[in-house]
């Protein structure tokens, strides 16, 4: 039972090398994941809400993120001002079904970067 219970919770607890290993396209570990909720937008599309905390040494003015969780991955973009070693907050809708955000919202996704630009809506380099 116990190790059941182990299995459960270790999706809670992504490590940086499982980002590593899944972020195919992006940079991991730029973006700490902090939490994410859905709503249902319509009959059609799923908003999600995702916080992370730039770990970045300067503020950002927008992002795109690849969120790969389970074995889904989709673009969620940033366009809001995020200050250096501080939390933002992404909303975009997605076309996924009302199940996989019931499943999704348990897991802890990797957060891979493709892009940011500074406050100064310049495209900087994640290496």
């Given at each position: ?41 319509d ?15 300067y ?43 019931a ?25």
């Open positions: 039972m116990k190790y059941a219970f182990a299995v459960l919770l270790a999706p809670l607890f992504a490590s940086s090398a499982l980002a590593a290993e899944t972020c195919d396209y992006g940079k991991p570990d730029v973006f700490k994941f902090v939490k994410w909720e859905f709503r249902q937008a009959a059609q599309w799923m908003e999600i809400k995702l916080t992370f905390h730039n770990t970045l040494n503020a950002i003015s927008s992002a795109n993120i690849r969120v790969v969780v389970d074995d889904k991955h989709f673009l969620i973009r940033s366009r809001e001002l995020i200050n250096a070693s501080s939390d933002g907050v992404a909303i975009d809708q997605l076309g996924i079904p009302l199940e996989d955000a499943r999704f919202q348990i897991l802890t996704p990797a957060l891979c970067v493709e892009s940011v630009k500074d406050q100064n809506g310049e495209s900087k380099s994640l290496d």
